[in-house]
């Protein structure tokens, strides 16, 4: 049972950085290309689709991101680990949401923007950028 568990959300102030874990189990995590989303508060309804942010192949050699977060948010992965990152800098109001980490088994990298095109998505890890 393939499982993605998410880390290091918190309440932080406008200007500074958090980094998110999600740690991933029971599959082989280097045959997935992995991606972050986010929803805000206010956009939960059903049907609502979660927010690209960023992705990143299988080797970490490639790397998609939302316009929004560009040069201020870095993902990373550790396949000795079984882990991505995201490292959020300068952080801003509006980055106010649930983050989810999600996995897509792909064996090439490409449409990474979709939600609808991950397999497996963690519970989600809050956070929260006060002005």
């Known amino acids: 049972q393939a499982q993605l568990v998410e880390s290091g959300g918190g309440l932080v102030q406008a200007g500074g950085s958090l980094r998110l874990s999600c740690a991933a189990s029971?599959?082989?995590?280097?045959?997935?290309?992995m991606g972050w989303f986010r929803q805000a508060p206010g956009n939960q309804a059903p049907g609502k689709e979660r927010?690209?942010?960023?992705?990143?192949?299988?080797?970490?050699?490639?790397?998609d991101y939302a316009g929004s977060v560009k040069g201020r948010f870095t993902i990373s992965r550790d396949n000795a680990k079984n882990t991505v990152y995201l490292q959020m800098n300068s952080l801003r109001p509006e980055d106010t949401a649930v983050y989810y980490c999600a996995a897509r088994f792909s064996r090439s990298y490409y449409s990474v923007s979709g939600p609808g095109n991950y397999d497996y998505w963690g519970q989600g890890t809050q956070v929260t950028v006060s002005s």
């Open positions: 029971g599959l082989t995590f280097s045959d997935y290309v």
């Open positions: 927010d690209f942010v960023v992705a990143i192949s299988r080797s970490g050699g490639s790397t």
